[in-house]
């Protein structure tokens, strides 16, 4: 799909905010609301345009402690990598799956959790106990420098 100037506009500003009305955006990239209201239905029907999400507050929900798990598997075969990300679609903490390439990891997990007594129990109860996994190396998050949802919007 091309993208004129008021697509990239519409894809930016929607990502600022989602909630913004067919009017508001309309006003803010100069059209009027019909031929806006046609644009954005055809980034939709593309699949350019995913969803729509509310974004949460991970520490007024408690979760407090972000950690990055590099696992190890024991077996490089499409049956057990599958196996794998079946079961890590199912934990709720995990909040990123990653296969990975040019470390020593096959994945690169990140989870959320409230605090390190909750990311004991995710480790040992959980993740180490799925088919595979020879190992598991894991570095917290001190702090968040960036965290952006937003996309670039290529020329």
């Known amino acids: 799909m ?12 929607l990502q600022e905010n989602g909630r913004l009305s067919n009017q508001e955006l309309a ?15 055809a980034l939709e029907e593309s699949g350019l345009i995913l969803g729509y999400r509310a974004l949460l507050d991970a520490r007024k ?29 199912r934990l709720p903490e995990v909040i990123e799956c990653l296969l990975i390439t040019g470390q020593t990891a096959d994945y690169q997990l990140k989870v ?9 129990i995710l480790l ?13 190396q894991t570095s917290f998050v001190l702090r968040r420098v960036l ?7 290529p020329d």
């Open 27 to 41: 006003d803010a990239i100069g059209l009027s609301a019909s031929p806006c209201l046609r644009r954005v239905r």
């Open 147 to 153: 965290d952006k949802t937003s996309l670039p919007i």
């Open 61 to 89: 929900l408690g979760l407090n402690l972000v950690a990055l798990l590099h696992i190890s598997m024991d077996q490089h075969t499409p049956e057990r990598f599958a196996h794998f990300e079946q079961q890590v679609a």
């Open 112 to 120: 959320i959790v409230t605090d390190m007594d909750a990311y004991q």
């Open 2 to 13: 091309t993208l004129d100037r008021y697509d990239r506009q519409i894809l930016t500003l």
């Open 124 to 136: 040992l109860n959980q993740i180490t106990r799925i088919e595979g996994v020879t190992g598991v």
